[in-house]
């Protein structure tokens, strides 16, 4: 097949089709990413080795002009994708708005439509798309339930498939100048990490001069300058981690709740601390940490009631509770779903044929 993967905006979105890219690509077909010139993809896409056809695409948000300015860069891209989408078998949308004029675009041409979902609800590009589409592939059984007809089925997130090839490994962290024979908390907020959060990290480590366990923290991007002179007992400091390599590895991981994150935790059955970020759209972060707390699966902790004390208490509570850190890896496994992309590909070649 030539297929076209819509993919952007953030890591959420794009790294889930990199990853099922990466499978198809092994299997012979031909991947071709589409997105926006200005978001992350422009850079992660072609370091990844794939070609990106790139549309100058604003989002909706913002008052009236914004919203005129974006509507106008959205009917351009919708009529250069009909273009560029000539020749091409499928088109898989990963959501955000950079999908909406490309798969509309693929719909007027009559090509095969599959959607892919990360978040427990649907987003608003793939509400508005889902009538064209040809298949959704739901993360999370919560999206089935917003959902009418049969087009929709549950899968799970690519990115859990990367994460099932990690295990515990003594020397992921020994490199990393830790302790093994302490338990380890891995602590990040994303790639670029969270300048509030973070805030907050730097009076939970001044606390933390007597602990007996480990900590690794990656500041992100953005934050790392303001970490790169601290030195804090028992706490290692790092830009940027392997993050499900060192999860793996890890007795506990405290991060916030993106799609991709909430796959690997899943994926290693690993104990988590969530923080949802109240900054995303549609409060997406939160319904998947309330997916998992739901079942018992993870502890949700919101941003805004949390101070470096109650952190520092529910992190020493859980380490010392193993049943309860045995539970929650337990009743991840209700989350976890084996073989996710090949389970994909049979679905996108059986459009095919």
Not at 46 to 51: A, H, K, L, S, T
Not at 84 to 98: A, E, H, R, T
Not at 119 to 128: P, T
Not at 313 to 333: C, F, G, I, P, W
Request: hydrophobic share 40%; aromatic share 8%; proline share 2%.
């Amino acid at each position: 097949m030539k297929i076209a993967m819509v993919a952007g905006g953030t890591g959420g979105h794009i790294y889930p089709a990199l990853t099922l890219a990466d499978e198809l690509k092994k299997r012979g077909h031909e991947i071709i990413f589409f997105g926006a010139k200005d978001r992350l993809e422009k850079k992660v896409v072609p370091q990844r080795g794939y070609e990106l056809i790139a549309y100058d695409i604003h989002s909706t948000k913002g008052g009236l002009i914004s919203k005129a300015h974006s509507a106008l860069t959205m009917l351009i891209t919708y009529f250069r994708a009909k273009k560029d989408l000539k020749g091409f078998d499928l088109v898989f949308g990963f959501g955000n708005y950079i999908s909406l004029p490309i798969v509309k675009a693929a719909k007027s041409l009559k090509i095969k439509i599959v959607l892919h979902e990360q978040n427990s609800f649907l987003g608003k590009a793939n509400k508005v798309l889902y009538k064209d589409c040809d298949l959704l592939i739901a993360s999370y059984k919560e999206s089935l339930e917003e959902i009418k007809g049969d087009k929709a089925i549950y899968i799970g997130n690519p990115q859990s498939s990367i994460a099932h090839l990690y295990h515990y490994d003594e020397k992921v962290l020994k490199d990393m100048g830790i302790d093994a024979d302490k338990k380890v908390v891995t602590i990040f907020m994303g790639s670029l990490g969270s300048e509030s959060v973070n805030k907050i990290l730097k009076e939970y480590f001044k606390l933390c001069t007597d602990i007996d366990y480990e900590i690794i923290f990656a500041t992100g991007d953005k934050e790392y300058a303001k970490f790169e002179n601290e030195a804090y007992p028992h706490v290692h400091i790092f830009k940027r981690i392997d993050g499900a390599r060192v999860m793996a590895s890890s007795t506990l991981v405290i991060t916030r709740s993106g799609a991709s994150t909430i796959a690997e935790i899943i994926a290693l059955h690993k104990a988590a601390i969530l923080i949802p970020s109240p900054y995303v759209a549609n409060n997406h972060q939160y319904h998947n940490a309330k997916a998992l707390s739901d079942k018992g699966a993870a502890l949700l902790l919101n941003e805004k009631e949390l101070d470096a004390k109650v952190l520092k208490r529910t992190v020493e509570d859980l380490l010392k509770d193993e049943a309860r850190q045995k539970l929650l890896s337990t009743n991840l496994e209700a989350f976890d779903t084996e073989d996710v992309n090949e389970r994909i590909i049979k679905e996108l070649e059986k459009l095919w044929k």
